[in-house]
């Protein structure tokens, strides 16, 4: 029998996901389960957490999730789908603040000053879990565990755009931004080297402060020298490693 997939074409990967968990268990990419697992919480504990969940109705492919200025009063975990958050200037001009994939939270820079300081849209057709923040918030004076990994979330955001903002070359820029995706996928139990670009290239080069003919060259450069394989957005990083090495001034551990 012949292959469906044509010569040079690149597999498409499974479509990441989170499973729907039950009472007792969270979906196995919950932002929030790790870290009460870890530390020994028990039914009663997660019971509690889990009853804050909320799955909200499926956003399709460039809806907004919130925009800039709604109130604030819940922060979102993605369960299927790649989100984009951005913001518009003055003279109109967007500059793209992060990409959010399964597993991830979106909404924790609207803590202060109480309203989404930003748009959020669905760049896939994504799937939500939504969690009132105050009621969020009254859970993590109880449970510490919840409230470090709150913390550790905002230090990584605030982290991560204050990266981008060094003098790197567009290289390491690139680089850098294929291994993480790589390796927040991976942390989540999906393929960390084989994946769907579910952004387009422009966004790419606003997010990373550069052309966009910038990263059409990059992409070719890395597939010269074996690093990565592309075919329009499906992507496979043929050499973490040495990407890695490239990217290693903006990655950490």
Sequence with gaps: MRSENRVGKLPEPPSPIADDGDAEHFCHTCAF??????????????????????????????????????????IYAVRAGTVKTSLVDEEGREHVL???LPGEVIGLNAIYPDRFPCDAVALED?????????????????LPAVQQHLFRLISKE????????????????????L????????????????FRLSMSRGDVANYLRLAAETVSRVFSR???????????????????VRLRKIG??????
């Design 33 to 74: 389960s790790g870290a009460c697992i870890a530390v020994g919480y028990g039914k009663k504990e997660l019971a509690e957490l889990h009853c804050l969940v909320e799955h909200v109705s499926s956003y399709r492919e460039g809806e907004y999730v919130f925009r800039t200025g709604d109130p604030f009063r819940a």
């Design 98 to 100: 992060g990409f959010y």
């Design 126 to 142: 994504a799937q939500f879990c939504r969690f009132s923040f105050p009621a969020m918030s009254a859970l993590a004076t109880r």
């Design 158 to 177: 605030l982290g991560s755009a204050s990266l981008l903002a060094g003098d790197y070359s567009a290289d390491e820029r690139m680089a850098a931004f």
């Design 179 to 194: 291994v993480d995706l790589g390796e927040r996928y991976a942390a989540r139990g999906f393929s960390g080297t084989h």
């Design 222 to 240: 890395f597939r010269t020298q074996a690093l990565i394989d592309v075919n329009g957005r499906m992507l496979v990083l043929r050499d973490p």
């Design 248 to 253: 290693r001034s903006l990655l950490s551990g």
